[in-house]
């Protein structure tokens, strides 16, 4: 039992400091700079993923890329192309884009809500861009640092797919 809080204790630690360093980059790049928006909702639940349990295979890199990029293209798809009532352009839109990442094995579960913020927040393509592409970019590059050089982590545990 004690070897078990002292092992999640170290998990949360490190899960603790990381996303507070990579939330903070992403943060201050979004308040503190004239580049835009570099965060997105989902990316805080990305967080657990990669920095407490950066062996799952939802964790990966390709996951967290693609899986954010196609639920955020499903989502600003459906808000542009499908003229119905936003509870059902939500509805839609978190399925299907389940359904691709599942499809194409880029599951990244947090990119799940990624369709639910594009569709309230009636975001652009602009969205994509920034904050998903260099976010998920930010994140991925922290990930493979702070894991792998870091923590001496076997991560990604494989770059392919």
Same mark, same amino acid.
Request: proline share 6%; aromatic share 14%.
């Given at each position: ?9 170290? =998990? %949360?630690?490190? %899960?603790? $400091? ?8 992403? *943060? &201050? !790049? *979004?308040?503190?700079?004239? +580049? ?6 989902? @990316?805080?639940? *990305? ?10 295979? @939802? ?9 954010? !990029? ?16 936003? @509870?059902?352009?939500? %509805?839609? %839109?978190?399925?299907?884009?389940? @359904? ?19 569709? !309230?927040?009636?975001?652009? +393509?602009? &969205? ?9 970019? $930010?994140?991925?590059? +922290?990930?493979?640092?702070?894991? =792998? ?5 076997? +991560?990604? *545990?494989?770059?392919?797919?």
């Amino acid at each position: 039992m004690i070897n078990t809080i002292k092992e999640n204790f170290n =998990r %949360a630690l490190y %899960a603790l $400091i990381f996303s507070i360093i990579t939330i903070g980059t992403l *943060s &201050f !790049l *979004s308040f503190e700079t004239p +580049y835009g928006l570099f965060l997105a909702g989902s @990316f805080g639940s *990305s967080m657990v993923l990669l920095f407490g349990y950066p062996e799952s295979p @939802f964790a990966q890199p390709k996951n967290v890329f693609f899986g954010h !990029l196609i639920t955020s293209i499903v989502g600003v798809l459906i808000l542009k192309f499908l003229p119905i009532d936003q @509870f059902l352009q939500i %509805a839609i %839109a978190v399925g299907l884009g389940i @359904f691709v990442m599942i499809l194409l094995g880029v599951t990244h579960p947090p990119a799940g809500g990624n369709p639910i913020v594009i569709i !309230l927040g009636a975001v652009s +393509y602009d &969205f994509l861009l920034n904050p998903i592409i260099f976010g998920s970019i $930010i994140i991925i590059v +922290y990930a493979v640092i702070l894991n =792998r050089f870091i923590l001496k982590k076997n +991560y990604p *545990s494989s770059w392919k797919s």
